[in-house]
């Protein structure tokens, strides 16, 4: 019998673009896939590869049956019901931070560490912060070539991180400070939003506008001077390469960008790296896109890479000063591979192993 895929969080942002995903593939490997959300969505009709799913409450017997259950809920919601999953004999993907540092759960970027899919003693296995994501199909395929040591990086992460509410907040803000030719006196664009009813205390950026600015404040603070997207940059990357003593550095900002992270990220190696070797890298890599042509403008961008799949390299540059070093440039969307294609294709080897 074909297994059974369960959705939870099939309402939300991520949710969302995973059904799109779904749909989208040419063949599936599930029978039944069953739409699970919360009470306020349940009921709720989506159309899955042709046929109208009703949205089902998320209760303990929702994952009778299930083979493989992805999660897509804030943190405290898998942490509650991904262990209920895999009790009722699911392997529970979780795209949340619950579970990322757990060392009895893999941290798996298909790309890098597929290998790890099978050690799951809790039956949970994790999807790594898109932020961390964005990147690592590119670091995967140059640390296998070359040996990263030490990576610094600099993201510029888009509202939707940040969920539906900050993809509204950042539209509402556009919309408020636009035609009005702000941007000359310091405060002006935070007094614009004021009036326009969009107090500060009310954004999910860190109480700082968005629009025409930057913000250099990605997740919560967590003392010493570290934002939450930092540390995680740190750690995930460490876990996923395998590499436990990788030095590693972030500044994590929040651009006013609706869908799509970039960073720019100084990587170095133990062995010669070039230009030219990156790119091969690069080029036999089926998810990632070179697009490094920058004399005739070619680069990545959000604007260009948003709704697509792969990631998205460019700007590859041998660093002038620091030896066995690349600077390059990567954009990914954050709520495709960075989110929900990642966990589903987790979710693909999950069952061709089944
Ligand atoms: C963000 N990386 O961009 C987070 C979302 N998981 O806010």
Redesign the pocket.
Known sequence: KSPTLALVGATGAVGTVMIDIINGRESVPWGEIRLIASARSAGKKIMVRGDEHTVVELTPQAFDGVDVAMFDVPDEVSARWAPVAAERGAVAVDNS?AFRMDDEVPLVVPEVNADKVSQRPKGIIANP???TLSMMAALGALHREFGLTELVVASY??AS??GQE?IDRLYAELEAVSGKGLGNKAGDVRQALETAGLPLADSPFAGTPLAMNVVPA??SYKGDGWFS?EL?VRNESRKILGISELKVSATCV?VPVVTT?SLAVHATFSREVTVEAAHKVFEAQPSIVLVDDPESGRFPSPAEVVGADPTYVGRVRQALDFPNTLDFFVCGD?LRK??ALNTYEVAERVAADL
Do not use: W
Request: proline residues 0%; positive net charge.
């Open positions: 931070g912060n898109c932020t992460q888009a991180g940040a900050g990605a997740g997207e995680k929040r992270h954050n960075g989110a």
